[in-house]
């Protein structure tokens, strides 16, 4: 079980390893690694991510020169983000953390 995080500004946020395992959480209920570099993240389902300003940062333990994207996946799934992460220009797995807020 994923340890939680303190972030009151926050609707949700999630530090997520590589592997897409949820290390820490707050109203994350779940990550999915669709493909190298590619992970869908699940908020609650009360929380609209199309309305949300969703901020993406990589994890100190990326490789040097990571890039990570992050946006809503459509509206017909409003409580999913995508985040993608690259090393230069390439996919590749990499932890991340994400805010919602």
Known sequence: MPSPIVAPCARAAAQVDRNGT???????TGVRKVATGDYDVTVSA???????????????G?????????????SSTPNVVKVLTS???????????????
């Open 62 to 74: 990326a490789h040097w020169g990571t890039e990570v994207y992050v946006g809503a996946t459509s």
């Open 46 to 60: 009360d929380i609209d991510v199309t309305t949300a300003m969703c901020q993406v940062t990589a994890d100190r």
């Open 87 to 101: 090393v230069k220009g390439s996919s590749s797995d990499e932890p991340f953390h994400l805010a919602v807020l």
């Open 22 to 28: 949820l290390a820490r959480t707050k109203n994350v």
